[in-house]
């Protein structure tokens, strides 16, 4: 059973549109990260999500946490081909649990 | 700052040796370490946690024989993947977390070994 629910696993859109990933478990996570990775690299950090409710933004995306810190939410407005690459969230339980990740491509 | 670096970044090698990834955090000490394994167009899985000093925790289902791992440093953690075989093949990506109340983790760049 995965303990972290991430959706879409693959996404393929054309460049310009906005999309939503989800994050959803039935455990609560003292904080939750978003990272990227593009092939044959390391993840690399985004942002970090502490309190619920919490929005971040960061340039065209927004990251949300929700109220009972179960569950995150990434949004990408009009995105890009430099945007293309696996997303994935992780929840703090004493180690990070990751999310299956998202396959995203976007077409120019 | 948080930079995690990780060496090789590939390295090809024989069944039935030994290969030994050395991860570094560079500007910042790493109270503990973990070692990912990750398959092509998935998520990372999470093979052990490394703490500086000390055995490292090992996930259910990693055997702690074959990937042997030392954090001998605040800087410095290596995995040595003994025996290797082709199944051993894959992309094995290093994180550090900086502080102890923190559970921001920055990666390495990641290693990709092909075992032959």
């Known amino acids: 059973t995965q303990l972290l629910e991430q959706s879409p696993q693959f996404l393929s859109i054309q460049e310009g549109e906005n999309l939503t990933v989800y994050c959803n478990s039935s455990?609560?996570?003292?904080?939750l990260q978003w990272y990227r990775q593009e092939p044959g690299e390391g993840p690399v950090l985004l942002v970090t999500?502490?309190?619920?409710?919490e929005v971040k933004k960061l340039k065209r995306l927004t990251f949300q946490f929700g109220d009972a810190r179960k569950d995150s939410s990434l949004h990408i407005t009009a995105a890009q081909p430099g945007d293309t690459g696996l997303y994935l969230c992780?929840?703090?339980?004493?180690?990070?649990?990751f999310g299956q990740g998202t396959e995203l491509s976007v077409k120019p | 700052g948080a930079v995690v670096s990780q060496h090789p970044s590939w390295v090809i090698c024989k069944s039935g040796t030994s290969v030994k990834i050395e991860c570094r955090s560079l500007?910042?000490?790493?109270?503990?370490m973990f070692w990912y394994r990750q398959f092509p167009k998935q998520s990372l899985m999470l093979m052990a946690t490394?703490?500086?000093?000390?055995?490292?925790?090992?996930e259910q289902g990693v055997e702690k024989d074959k990937f042997l791992i030392n954090h001998a440093s605040l800087t410095l953690s290596t995995l040595t993947v003994t025996s290797a075989h082709p199944e051993d093949s894959s992309f094995y990506i290093c994180?550090?977390?900086?502080?102890?109340?923190?559970?921001?983790?920055?990666f390495g760049p990641g290693t990709r070994l092909t075992v032959t």
């Open positions: 992780a929840g703090a339980r004493g180690k990070l649990i």
């Open positions: 999500v502490v309190t619920g409710g």
């Open positions: 490394s703490n500086e000093g000390s055995k490292a925790t090992y």
């Open positions: 994180s550090a977390r900086r502080g102890t109340g923190s559970y921001e983790q920055y």
């Open positions: 500007d910042f000490q790493a109270t503990t």
């Open positions: 455990s609560v996570f003292s904080s």
